[in-house]
């Protein structure tokens, strides 16, 4: 931690700045004070990462621009404080080791891991209130999925909560990473959403081509695809990190968008800085995606080319569970693949919300989840994840088109 210093002026008001853009998805806390103390209280926690992980991460990374390595990024949709247990935690991470383990062998590639894990407790959500009138589920970080006011008002404190949470999981990660369960490292991640949790603990980095901020949160951040607007506080936040930083373009971002988000998050042109997370859906990946990575391309930029085959693919099935069919998460990776192919681009890697646990919540796959088995162990606070055989069956798909 040698490189990481307070912040000093213009850092410091170049964050602030950032920070009074609009911001989207941010809680109106019950106690807006008590808000300002616990951000302060965060800053005086031991960080969740180092900044030695965060740059080695960043090497990794570069190494997956370039076409050497693969990127594997997947977990929870949401992490919650009821399931931050050791036995679910560990599955997951065994979850992402074991496919990791299958891509590798397959696609004679090293695989860069990154755990949707120690920090992704905060959910951007499409409406403000629920089917009863309730404000939204925001996510354990903000308030509770229980069906009260009282419950859902966001409550500052659940902060504390969540950064202890953290802690305690990336305790784990570095166990798991010890015990020899997996070879090589596994990283951490979580979508960069709730700006007062965000902004609570930067150092400064003055290893890079500008000293910028460094997170103790995550090693990977990432912008997700409802606050991601050019003129908002979230992408002037994610200009300003050290760290490597994931945005998440939807089928109406258009290819002019994809180069600004590059050229204000990798001005210096670090490969790997910035990777780009396509989730498109599975009708619209062949069509939406080749104008953008072309645009990309022609700027000079080397990002990452990661695609996400779940958020463009969800639906309500008939009996009332937002689900994903595997057969749709496979061809959204197919037609990833087929883009990259064309164009002569590096499919770099993918991003899933996948589990170790035995849940019912995606359809298909093998052996074969229906409708009628949704109810089962439908367990997700949030969006549905592969079960462990899923996962598997995803990895080997992917080997195969990587392979190819
Ligand atoms: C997510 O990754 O859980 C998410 C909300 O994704 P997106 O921003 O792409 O919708
Ligand atoms: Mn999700």
């Known amino acids: 931690m040698t490189h990481i210093h307070p912040l000093d002026g213009v ?12 911001a989207a998805q941010q809680p109106l806390w019950r106690d807006p004070r008590r808000a300002r103390d616990v951000v302060a209280a965060l800053g005086r926690a031991g960080p969740i990462v180092t900044p030695e992980e965060t740059a080695r991460l960043s090497r990794q990374l570069a190494a997956v621009a370039r076409g050497e390595a693969f990127l594997l990024q997947g977990g929870d949709c949401a992490e919650t404080f009821a399931d931050n247990t050791e036995a679910h935690q560990r599955g997951n991470l065994r979850t992402l080791a074991r496919m990791a383990g299958v891509l590798a062998q397959r696609a004679g590639l090293p695989v860069v891991k990154i755990a949707r894990m120690a920090g992704q407790y905060a959910k951007p959500r499409s409406q403000t209130v629920d089917a009863h009138g309730l404000p939204v589920y925001r996510g354990d970080m903000v308030n509770s999925a229980e069906a009260t006011a009282a419950a859902r008002t966001p409550d500052p404190d659940r902060m504390l909560r969540a950064h202890a949470g953290a ?3 990336m305790a784990l990660v570095r166990e798991f990473r010890r015990s020899g369960a997996d070879e090589g490292d596994i990283y951490v991640s979580h979508e960069a959403l709730l700006l007062d949790y ?5 150092g400064v980095d003055t290893t ?12 990977f951040l990432w912008i997700g695809e ?11 936040f994610a200009e300003l990190l050290a760290n490597p930083i994931g945005v998440k373009i939807g089928p109406s971002t258009t290819p002019e968008q994809a180069v600004e988000y590059v050229r204000r998050l990798d001005p210096h042109g670090e490969p790997g800085r910035v990777t780009l997370v396509s989730r498109m859906g599975h009708a619209l990946v062949r069509e939406v995606l080749p104008p953008i990575v072309e645009k990309v391309t022609a700027s000079g930029s080397s ?9 463009g693919n969800t639906y309500l099935s008939a009996n009332g569970y937002k689900t994903r069919h595997f057969r749709r998460i496979v061809d959204e990776l197919t037609g990833f693949f087929e883009v990259h192919r064309q164009l002569g681009t590096h499919p770099g890697g993918i991003h899933v919300e996948v589990t170790g646990d035995d849940v019912t919540e995606c359809l298909g796959g093998a052996p074969a989840i229906a409708e009628a088995d949704l109810p089962a ?4 606070a949030c969006d549905p994840r592969l079960n462990a055989g899923q996962a598997m069956g995803l990895a080997h798909s992917v080997a195969e088109l990587v392979a190819r």
């Not at 850092?11 to 609009?22: N, Q």
């Not at 990002?303 to 958020?311: A, E, F, G, K």
């Open 377 to 380: 162990r439908y367990e997700t």
């Open 208 to 219: 890079g081509p500008e000293p910028r901020l460094a997170s103790g949160l995550g090693h």
């Open 198 to 202: 965000e902004r609570s603990q930067l």
């Open 226 to 236: 409802r606050t991601r607007q050019l003129d908002g506080a979230h992408i002037a």
């Open 11 to 22: 850092l410091a008001g170049r964050l602030a700045a950032a920070l009074r853009k609009p």
């Open 303 to 311: 990002v990452i080319w990661q695609c996400d085959p779940m958020h």
């Open 167 to 169: 802690a305690e999981t």
